[in-house]
C-alpha cells in the first residue's frame, strides 16, 4: 500500500497519521489496488458519507463510521467541514497514541477534486503535526471523459465547481467579475447535487450565455447500468426531470464561438478584432485613431443623453457604443504597435487599486472629502516618479482638465480642483459667487462698445455660475439641459399652435412670445 505524503513536517515526530483514500465516482470496479489495500487493512475508518454507490459494493462497509450524522446538525457546510477535520485530527491523535497506527478516511471520488474536507485537514494537519497521506483515486473527471464530445485537454476545457457559481451569484449586485467561468472555453461544472444549486447555476450561467444554449446533464457517469445524459438549454436547465440533480451530477456546457460571446468583454474583443482583420469590414479597416475621434465624442453624448432622460434601455445601448469606440481604438493601437487593450485595463485596474489604499491597503480615511484629499496627493506622487515635476517645474495642480470639456464643466472642476488642494484659503461662499455674478452682468447691461469687455464679464458671469453650482451640489451642464429641454417643449408647443392656424412667426403675441421664453406679464 503506497500513497503520496503531504506532510513531511520538517523532520518533526509526528503525533498521528491519516491515510486518505478516493472511493472513485461510483463504481465498486474502479477502485485502485492501493485504495482496496487500505479499505481491507483493517485500520480504524471514517467515511464522509454513505451516500455513494461505491459502498454498496464493499462487503464489510456496514461496520465502518461515518459523518452521515453531523450533516443534519451543521448550520452550514463550511461549520460542517470544520467539525469533521477536527474529529479526524483528535481520532489520528488517539489512535496514535494507542498503537502508533494511521486511520484510514475515505471520501468520495479523488481525495483532492472538489473535496473540501480534505483541504482543511491539510491545514489543521499541519498544525497538530499529524501526517496527512493521500491516495491517488479515479475521479470524476476520469469517469466523464468517455461521456464528452471533446478531448478536454486540447479544447481547455475549465473545470468549474457550482458552488461557486452559486457563491458569485449570492454576492450580486457587487459580483462584477468573480464568475469563473470564460463562455470562449468549454466547461465541466461539478457538484450541481441537487435542484437549488442547479437553479443558481443557470442564474450564474445566463450572466454570460444565451438562454437557448445547450447544457448536458451527466448523471452517475463511470456508474455501470446507471449512467444517463441529457441536453436542455440553459433556460430549462433546474426544470430537467425530478431526480436529475443529485450528488453524481455534472453539467457540461460547450463553447461558444466568438461572435456569440456578446456577453463578455473577451467576445467584444474579438468582434472587433475580426472587422479589423484583412479579411474583415472595408469601411471598419479604413479607420484611424483619428477619423473616429468624433465618434467618440458623440457617442459618449448620446450615453448622457440617455442618461438624463431616464431611459435606462437607451442608457445600456449607448454604453455598448462608447465601449466600441475604446475597443476599436485599443484594436488600432495594437495593430501600429503602440499598446494593446490589456495595457489600458493594466493601466486603470492599477490606478484604481493604487488610489483606493482605504479600500485595497491599510489606510483609514473618515470621509468622502479625505479620500479626494488622498487621491490629489497619491496623483502628485505619480507625477513625481515619473519625473513630471521635475521635467515641468511650473507643472499645476489644474493640469490635467480637458480642454475639450463644456465651458461651464471645466468652470465648476476647475474651480472644485482648486478648492480641494486649500479648502480653507481658496473656497468661496455662496454670496463671493453671487456678488462676482451682479458686477459682470452689470457691466453687461451697459451699452459700452467694448468687446473685450462684454467677453470677459460674460466669461466671469459664466465662472461665477459654476461656483454657485458647485456650492449647492448642482450640475451645471444638467441644470442648463434641463432648461433647454423645457424651452424646447414650450417651442414646439408655440410652433404646432401657428401651423395649426396657418399662421406666421411673425404674427406672434406678447403673451405667445412669453410663453416660449417661460415669461409671465410681469416679466
Known sequence: MSGVSDQALGGETTLGEIVVVGLGPGDPGLLTRDTLGWLEAGRPLWLRTRIHPTIDGLPGADGWASFDDLYEAAESFAALYDRIAGALIAQALATHAADGGPIVYAVPGHPTIGESTVAILRVAATRERVALRIVPAVSFLDALAPLLPIDPLRESAQIVDALELAAALDREPFSGGTLPISPLRPAIVGQVYNAATASATKLALGRLYPDDHPITILRASGVSGAETTLTVPLHDLDRADAGAHDHLTTLFVPALAPERATRVAVGLQAIVARL?????????????????????????????????????????????????????QAQMAEEGGEFVLEDVYEAIGAKLVRRHPHVFGDVAVSDSGEVLRNWDQIKEAERRAKGERAAKPTASALDGISRS????????????????????????????????????????????????????????????????????????EEALGATLAAFGERFRAVEARLRAAGREWATLTADEMGEVWGMTNDE
Open 405 to 476: 470639456l463644456p465651458a461651464l464643466a471645466r468652470a465648476a472642476l476647475t474651480q472644485e480642483r482648486a478648492e480641494r488642494l486649500a479648502p480653507t484659503a481658496l473656497r468661496r461662499d455662496p454670496a463671493a459667487h453671487a456678488a462676482t455674478l451682479d458686477a459682470a452682468l452689470g457691466v453687461l447691461r451697459t451699452d459700452g462698445d467694448d468687446p473685450a469687455a462684454a467677453r470677459a464679464a460674460l466669461g466671469a458671469a459664466l465662472f461665477a455660475l459654476g461656483g454657485l453650482a458647485r456650492s449647492r451640489a448642482l450640475d451645471p
Open 276 to 328: 479589423r482583420a484583412p479579411d474583415g469590414c472595408p469601411w471598419d479597416r479604413e479607420q484611424t485613431h483619428r477619423s473616429i475621434r468624433a465618434n467618440f465624442l458623440e457617442e459618449t453624448y448620446e450615453a448622457l443623453d440617455a442618461l438624463d432622460a431616464g431611459d435606462m434601455d437607451a442608457f445600456r445601448e449607448e454604453l455598448g457604443d462608447v465601449l466600441l469606440q475604446v475597443y476599436l
